[in-house]
């Protein structure tokens, strides 16, 4: 132990060796007295005396007096108040050892070995680390190691020549320990000093000398220190690198965040030794104060190794919760100061996830649609194409999810719902500006919880509690709102915002005590001192904490953790779906009795997919029936009744006129929605086509459909089976209903309408088919028995297919979306916002809802993609029964004579091979509406060969 408390435990001999032991036999060897008498003055008490034997050897026992007792104990007495320490320069024999030990025979002068008797036991010593600091060793104390016996014995031993410990430092310089000390300390904190200066043009430094050792030390030892303290100040020098780089380049706010946590990290660490580690007393005090700094430090210097240029912030989140979870089985400290920094990292992001879903005022410019390809967070806004069949594109400006900026820590339920909502509560203040969801007072006055990192169950459970106040209190609000309550920013500050001392400083519904004592509390407030900054945060606790080397006790630490996955669950999908219950509840309550949802999905039901039957028959006969006069109007001819059809199929000129069409379609559309609304009688009105748009709701009229040069040439043969495929039904969705609306639904329907009017075509046909027949029975011809299994076959077939299309492949689907939307409402007017009986309802999985039935019809009409073979024998079947049908008419006009023998083609199914995806739907879709598309099918199947209709005998 040296006498400034440091220790080295290179080698310890013992100071009763011979120093022939010591040195070597040869010629050169310096005696013992010169040996150590080098470098040291002559009253060295730590010089050796030759041991002479005795003629009676080394351990014989002297004899024992009762004089020789007491003048021992006496001498006893005088050393421990007068003995000089082991460093005064006084010397101490062997002999003088012998009489201590034989102070301890028996006072009677009787042999210890002969008599034993208990030794009193020795009072003992008062030790102090005031005394180890101070240098002051007991008096008492002997040492019996050369390193024991101060740094000037060691220095000695190793300045020899000979280096009889083989630790090749003789030539080695000796520094001032005390300033080597200092050098070592400004090394690990990255500084230039004395003994370590800075390379040419480089941060990096070096030894001032090749070799240096301090007094007591050998450079071995020194040297793991040195190395120790030179990677210390590389990190430290590195990471203050990075936080400059970092300001002046980078542009991510996570990234800002984290420079700055590593800025203030540093200082404290700074901070911290130049006050509390400067000047170190021993290599032990400083090697200490080096490891703390080195085990605060070395997470971020991995931290940092793993970022690089142009990271964006869910990048910087990642690296930083994947470190945070790396640390959290190492020391608390660390746990504690990785929890702390992923907090303030996350800080930019969680600001924004708050303003996005309403529980945060939003800083500056809000961000709406009208901010076309610009981004924020993890949310952007561009226009959505849609390409219909026609090939017009269709955009739609909206907001869109940006997954590849949402931290993969995120789970993908807790995104949607977090950008869902958000979306939605534009949505409210976009078209309702008047609605307590759209003034950012009344949020504020439910007290919404703040959105932050949580590490242990109390504070979870805690949040859900106030998660759920908040969200009763948010919906009281509005429930009194639509009560006919008048809504009063001010007025919902004094009656709903939580009592909060000092915070309320509105004066109105006051009298003049209330003002008096308002204005009092004011100034009594304002007279309070203010407050100061100097108050540490918790990371600068935690980094001082561990420095000072406190007890982990001192910090509150949990070992209740839950696991690191379920972190972000349950610190932000808790206050998401709290906001959520309430903004989509009251979205989808807008949509219905706001913006008639139920009245425009109605209206694709009876128009789009031909429910109404009164369109489907006015829609026939203006089509098809050659009885009505034509709509083609010549000049000087007048016309003899208001009712005009195109005549398809009696007619050979094709397509008609746009004057044509409008004159055949007028008022029908018009009509047909009157007739529906709520008894109301339709009345006649004579009004041009173009007239009417603005009396059905998405202004609904008949349109021309765009269509390639082979679909017009197709178009252009009155009797094929695309001859009415230019006319479609124009819809336009209402913004407000375009989330549950979108355009690639309107493409749906208008696949679907154009197959409708196909099967209504020949629905017509067939029941004219079979007129014709009966009028050349009437005529005495006969038509044949061929002809009579023909038109018998044909209507069964397409009575069959129209009654599969209309009431199975839609109608059923539709039916239980109905009465999912019956549902919704009922549960909209339900006070509770609770979704513990089912999931939450929202505009999206309204909107899922209606894409699914959508689908669900166009697989049972045969309009998927995979189904084109099975539609295409379709199509083959209806243009052999048209071209049957023109032949028979031609035959009994007498403009033609055709033998028509008509094979019927047979109806085979090509089995289906179900993967796993196909399966998947098919169960909810059976879940959901209790019935598959195998099962849709097989009622055609069974509506085609009824009682083996078509079994051949």
Known sequence: ????????????????????????????????????????????????????????????????????????????????????????????????????VDSTDGEDGSDLWLEPKMPSKPKPPYRSWNGFYSGNASATHKPMMVTEAGPAAYDALLSTPNDPLKLRNAGVPVVDTKTYLSSLLALALGGESVLFIRKDGTQGLKPALPKMRASGYSSHV??????????????????????QTVYSEHTSRCGVALA???????????????????????????????????????????????????????????????????????????????????????????????EWIGTKREQGLPFTKANLGESKGFVKVEARAFRDDFGRELSEVDYVLDSSKMPRFMPDDVTETIFETGRNLRFIRSFHEDHPLAQQDVIASSDPPRAKWLYDWDAILHLESRAVAYRDCLAAAIQSSRSGYA?????????????????????????????????????????????????????????????????????????STPHWSLLPVLSFGVIASAQAQVVNKETLRLLFTEHNLRDHLKLQREFQLLGNGNLCS??????????????????????????????????????????????????????????????????????????????????????????????????????????????????????????????????????????????LRMTFVVNQLFRDSNCLAREWEDPGDATLRFVREAQHFVSSVSAYFLDTGISVPWQVFEKKLDKIEMDLHRPSTSSSSEEIQSPDKLQELHSLVLDRIMLALFLRKKQQPVL???????????????????????????????????LSEKARRTDGKRGREDRIFKEQYGTGDDSMVAQLLVKLDMCDYYLKR
């Not at 303290?229 to 990075?242: A, I, P, Q």
């Open 222 to 243: 020194l040297q793991a220190l040195e190395n120790k303290c030179l990677r210390c100040g590389s990190t430290l020098v590195g990471l203050r690198s990075f936080a």
């Open 487 to 559: 809504y009063d920013p001010m007025e919902t500050s004094l009656y709903l915002a939580p009592e909060k001392p000092g915070s309320i400083l509105s004066f109105f519904g006051l009298d003049t005590t209330g003002m008096e004592e308002r204005i009092a509390a004011s100034i009594e407030q304002f007279a309070q001192p203010v407050s100061t900054h100097d108050a540490e945060d918790p990371l600068s606790r935690i980094v001082r904490d561990r420095l000072c080397g406190t007890h982990a006790s001192a910090i509150e630490l949990s070992n």
């Open 618 to 759: 006015r829609l026939s006969h203006a089509l098809f029936d050659p009885e009505l006069e034509s709509a083609n109007t010549r000049s000087g001819v007048p016309k003899k009744s208001s009712v005009m059809g195109l005549r398809l199929g009696g007619r050979d000129n094709w397509p008609p006129a746009s004057s044509e069409l409008r004159l055949a379609l007028m008022g029908i559309l018009s009509d047909c929605y009157n007739a529906c609304q709520d008894g109301k009688k339709a009345e006649r009105t004579e009004h041009i086509f173009d007239k009417n748009l603005s009396d059905l709701p998405g202004d609904l009229s008949f349109a021309l459909r765009d269509l390639t040069e082979e679909e017009i040439e197709k178009c252009m043969n009155p009797d094929s089976l695309e001859a009415l495929d230019f006319l479609r039904l124009s819809y336009t969705a209402p913004p407000q209903l375009s989330p549950i609306i979108t355009p690639l639904n309107l493409l749906q329907y208008d696949y679907i309408f154009k197959l409708l009017l196909r099967v």
């Open 872 to 906: 295409k024998l379709l199509e083959d079947i209806f243009n052999t029964i048209l071209r049957f049908a023109k032949s028979l008419r031609l035959r009994r006009l007498g403009l033609s004579e055709v033998d028509t023998q008509a094979e019927p083609e047979p």
């Open 260 to 354: 700055s946590t590593v800025s203030q990290v540093l200082q404290v660490v700074q901070e911290w030794v130049a006050f509390n580690g400067r000047n170190p007393r021993s290599l032990l005090r400083l090697q200490s104060t080096v490891n703390s700094v080195v085990a605060i430090l070395r997470p971020f210097k991995a931290l940092t190794s793993q970022l690089r240029h142009g990271l964006t912030d869910e990048d910087i989140l990642n690296l930083v919760f994947h470190q945070a979870y790396t640390v959290d089985s190492n020391e608390e400290y660390l746990r504690q100061i990785m929890r702390e920094v992923l907090r303030r990292v996350s800080g930019p992001w969680i600001e924004f996830l708050e």
């Open 1 to 100: 132990m040296a006498s400034d408390g440091s220790e080295d435990y290179v080698f310890a001999i013992p100071n009763f060796w011979p120093p022939s032991k010591l040195l070597d036999s040869g010629a050169d060897a310096p005696s013992a007295g010169s040996f150590f008498s080098t470098n040291l003055t002559s009253a060295d008490p730590f010089a050796l005396d030759p041991l002479t034997p005795t003629h009676d050897g080394f351990f014989k026992l002297l004899p024992i007096s009762q004089d020789t007792t007491e003048t021992v104990h006496e001498d006893d007495a005088t050393d421990a108040t007068e003995a000089p320490g082991p460093t005064d320069g006084t010397e101490q024999t062997f002999e003088q050892s012998s009489a201590d």
